[in-house]
């Protein structure tokens, strides 16, 4: 099967509850958390996380998310930079009241296998995609990171996947994303301990790709990193990529609702709710 076939194949099951309009945003004028823009003089697209004041991943920000990768496909853009439009913080992860306390059992079905479909139109997509880390990226604003093909980060941030210590356990296709970037002993390292690297160590193991000072800089860098593939057939790439990719996607979407509900039983467990829970209250009172 061919891979935009691949991409397409979603069980039935799967499919009943992407397509459902459950869970939409209520709001017609609710503001969108996802913006989109074209860089004038490159031609690339500008994604910016726009659900303030974290970017904190739900079930709607991922819906919108796909909304935008697939227009961005249809339109065959040349390239895609994902940012974040707030302060500080590029994104903060899964959205913790999606998990806790105690979550919907329908929602939180739908809410995982968006986070799965983001994953896949991510790092499947078959643009090149480079994701400009202006701000913190723990946990799910990591694997969003880990899912472009190239990574640009502002000094003084902190990036990795600190699930362990919350409680939360990696799927392998979380895994496996983390191990085409670092090598096997270096993503276990950093998975079990959880431990969040500032951006220079980041860059030292080789998670990030390039440290910049400000957003113009990082302009600059995308464009060279863009600019590699000028000279190469858009088809050729985009085939060549998905080709590498292609077994830890396809994994994925044989095992969709499985990996769902492994991760629903994981997260109802009355240990995990507790540790999540104490993990929410010790980021709520940090402030007070
Ligand atoms: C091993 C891979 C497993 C893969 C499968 C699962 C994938 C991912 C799992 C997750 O993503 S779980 C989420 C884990 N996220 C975190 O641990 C990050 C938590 N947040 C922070 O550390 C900090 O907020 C920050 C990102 C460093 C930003 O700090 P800042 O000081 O700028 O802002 P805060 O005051 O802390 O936050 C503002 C406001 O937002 C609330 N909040 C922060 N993060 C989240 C979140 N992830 N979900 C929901 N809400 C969040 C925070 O509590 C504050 O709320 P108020 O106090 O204003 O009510």
Redesign the pocket.
């Known amino acids: 099967m061919n891979f935009s076939r691949l991409l397409k194949t979603t069980s039935a099951l799967t499919s009943r509850w992407l397509c459902s309009g459950r869970f939409q945003s209520t709001s017609a004028a609710a503001q969108k958390l996802v913006d989109v823009s074209v860089d004038s003089k490159t031609g690339v697209s500008i994604v910016s996380l726009n659900r303030k004041?974290?970017n904190?991943?739900s079930l709607e920000l991922f819906k919108e998310f796909c909304g935008v990768m697939d227009d961005l496909e249809s339109e065959k853009v040349r390239g895609m930079i994902l940012k974040s439009s707030c302060?500080?913080?590029f994104s903060?992860?899964?959205?913790?009241?999606e998990?806790y306390p105690h979550p919907d059992e329908d929602r939180f079905h739908a809410f995982w296998l968006w986070?799965q479909e983001t994953w896949i139109k991510l790092y499947g997509s078959s643009f090149p995609t480079v994701a400009f880390i202006n701000g913190?990226a723990?946990?799910?604003?990591c694997?969003l990171a880990i899912s472009c093909e190239y990574r640009i980060m502002l000094p003084y941030y902190?990036i990795g996947?600190?699930?362990?210590p919350?409680g939360?356990?990696?799927?392998d296709w979380?895994?496996n994303s983390l191990k085409s970037v670092l090598a096997s002993r270096k993503a276990e390292q950093l998975?079990t301990s959880g431990r969040l690297l500032d951006t220079q160590e980041a860059f030292d193991i080789g998670l990030i790709d390039k440290i910049v000072n400000n957003e113009e800089e990082a302009l600059a860098r995308s464009e060279e990193f863009f600019s590699t593939f000028d000279n190469v057939p858009k088809l050729a790439r985009a085939l060549t990529k998905q080709q590498v990719r292609k077994n830890e996607i396809s994994k994925l979407i044989k095992n969709r609702s499985n990996d769902a509900k492994l991760?629903l039983n994981h997260i109802l467990r009355p240990e995990t709710q507790k540790i999540i829970g104490s993990?929410?209250k010790s980021?709520?009172d940090?402030?007070k």
Do not use: C, Q, W
Request: aromatic share 10%.
């Open positions: 004041p974290v904190s991943l302060d500080n913080v903060s992860g899964l959205d913790i009241t998990l986070f913190h723990p946990a799910g604003g694997v902190k996947l600190n699930e362990a919350v939360i356990v990696a799927p979380v895994v998975l991760f993990y929410f980021l709520k940090r402030k």
